[in-house]
T-cell receptor, first 111, second 115 residues
Framework: QQPVQSPQAVILREGEDAVINCSSSKALYSVHWYRQKHGEAPVFLMILLKGGEQKGHEKISASFNEKKQQSSLYLTASQLSYSGTYFCGTVSGAGSYQLTFGKGTKLSVIP | SQTIHQWPATLVQPVGSPLSLECTVEGTSNPNLYWYRQAAGRGLQLLFYSVGIGQISSEVPQNLSASRPQDRQFILSSKKLLLSDSGFYLC??????????????FGNGTRLTVT
């Protein structure tokens, strides 16, 4: 079942922060985050594994709450290069090959 | 380093015509291979995945098929295209047994327009 992302779209000024949420109705083993620029392929950002960990990637970090079946992506001090559509992908089984993506959150950073 | 090639980049085909999209991976052995489709403004829909030569799993019933004739080659085909087949087709690979802890690496995609 497809995870639900919120918000659907957000506009930020450079330097502002944003949070993108991803929730699932199914138990999760891991959550992936990807960013896609317009007309390009998605690019991997990070994976969070079952265990409630938090990971960071420059000024982009994420958390995973397996009990709530939710993950959040945190973008701090946003830069113009952060613009794009962010997708979460969820895996519901340790041996699964199925990465199910949400519909995406479009992030626009303006000067 | 590993690279993934996907072609063609764009394709315009009439309804009812056949389709063949090809994807190859370099620099790795025994990759898991995937075909995703992205409709305009939509998320990524998994169409097929393969864990080995000749092993294809289909996720969505449709008029598309996939084949893996070689370890690092993945082909998406159709005998007769429908208007609803239009979209952005992405090939991807991952390096470990499960998607659980293995990132997907996407090709540059094929933008297919069925007219």
């Amino acid at each position: 079942q497809q995870p639900v992302q919120s918000p659907q779209a957000v506009i930020l000024r450079e330097g502002e922060d944003a949070v993108i949420n991803c929730s699932s109705s199914k138990a999760l083993y891991s959550v992936h985050w990807y960013r896609q620029k317009h007309g390009e392929a998605p690019v991997f950002l990070m994976i969070l594994l079952k265990g409630g960990e938090q990971k960071g990637h420059e000024k982009i970090s994420a958390s995973f709450n397996e009990k709530k079946q939710q993950s959040s992506l945190y973008l701090t001090a946003s830069q113009l290069s952060y613009s794009g559509t962010y997708f979460c992908g969820t895996v519901s089984g340790a041996g699964s090959y199925q990465l199910t993506f949400g519909k995406g959150t479009k992030l626009s950073v303006i000067p | 380093s590993q690279t993934i090639h996907q072609w063609p980049a764009t394709l315009v085909q009439p309804v009812g015509s056949p389709l063949s999209l090809e994807c190859t991976v370099e620099g790795t052995s025994n990759p898991n291979l995937y075909w995703y489709r992205q409709a305009a403004g939509r998320g990524l829909q998994l169409l097929f995945y393969s864990v080995g030569i000749g092993q294809i799993s289909s996720e969505v019933p449709q008029n598309l098929s996939a084949s893996r004739p070689q370890d690092r080659q993945f082909i998406l085909s159709s005998k007769k295209l429908l208007l609803s087949d239009s979209g952005f087709y992405l090939c991807a690979w991952s390096g470990l047994v499960s998607s659980y802890n293995s990132p997907l690496h996407f090709g540059n995609g094929t933008r297919l327009t069925v007219t």
